[in-house]
T-cell receptor
Framework: SQTIHQWPATLVQPVGSPLSLECTVE??????LYWYRQAAGRGLQLLFY??????ISSEVPQNLSASRPQDRQFILSSKKLLLSDSGFYLC?????????????FGDGTRLSIL | GENVEQHPSTLSVQEGDSAVIKCTYSDSASNYFPWYKQELGKGPQLIIDIRSNVGEKKDQRIAVTLNKTAKHFSLHITETQPEDSAVYFC?????????FGTGTSLTVIP
């Protein structure tokens, strides 16, 4: 069966520090991968998605970036964090299979910027 | 682009009663509609989905209906239990793109 892992589960970082969140998927090949941010009590904001290694689409311009160095690895990064980067970050995957496939989410990373 | 609206934002029901959450979408190209349940501190989990060639789908106490003409779909939970308390999200999808509603916080009162 397929599983998705995100780490760390929680992270407290000072303003201006760098960020690296990692997501890996097991049990499937060539998945679509997604990064979302969820503000407290609000919906899901798509940040990045990837349909293959090295292929990244950005939905919202900001100081975050994403990379996909391996087929089942998706990394969310920042060189300098802002207070507004606080939130709950979720990684998700879906099978390519011609569309109409559900997204499956990890358990997220709670990021607090001080 | 697609716009998904979800109502209500909060919903309280007595245990054993039914709960209904409604979503509308704007893009007639959307053809896949999943529903997710998110418990506190966890990621959303898929609970049921429906494709545009189907009008209704049921899985035990959960059902989803889709009206393509009116561009709306609904989640129905019958015989609610305290463990149904969570935030529920609808989504509309076409291809690789997913558009989520803003969520409904459901509280089931014992």
């Amino acid at each position: 069966s397929q599983t998705i892992h995100q780490w760390p589960a929680t992270l407290v970082q000072p303003v201006g520090s760098p960020l690296s969140l990692e997501c890996t998927v097991e049990g499937t090949s060539n998945p679509n991968l997604y990064w979302y941010r969820q503000a407290a009590g609000r919906g899901l904001q798509l940040l990045f998605y990837s349909v293959g290694i090295g292929q990244i689409s950005s939905e919202v311009p900001q100081n975050l970036s994403a990379s996909r160095p391996q087929d089942r690895q998706f990394i969310l990064s920042s060189k300098k964090l802002l207070l507004s980067d606080s939130g709950f970050y979720l990684c998700a995957w879906s099978a390519v299979a011609g569309g109409n496939q559900p997204q499956h989410f990890g358990d997220g990373t709670r990021l607090s910027i001080l | 682009g697609e716009n998904v609206e979800q109502h209500p934002s909060t919903l309280s029901v007595q245990e054993g009663d039914s709960a209904v959450i409604k979503c509308t979408y704007s893009d007639s190209a959307s053809n896949y509609f999943p529903w997710y349940k998110q418990e506190l501190g966890k990621g959303p989990q898929l609970i049921i989905d429906i494709r545009s060639n189907v009008g209704e789908k049921k899985d035990q106490r959960i059902a989803v209906t889709l009206n393509k003409t009116a561009k709306h779909f609904s989640l129905h939970i019958t015989e609610t239990q305290p463990e149904d308390s969570a935030v529920y999200f609808c989504a509309a999808s076409f291809g690789n793109q997913f558009y989520f509603g803003t969520g409904t916080s459901l509280t089931v009162i014992p």
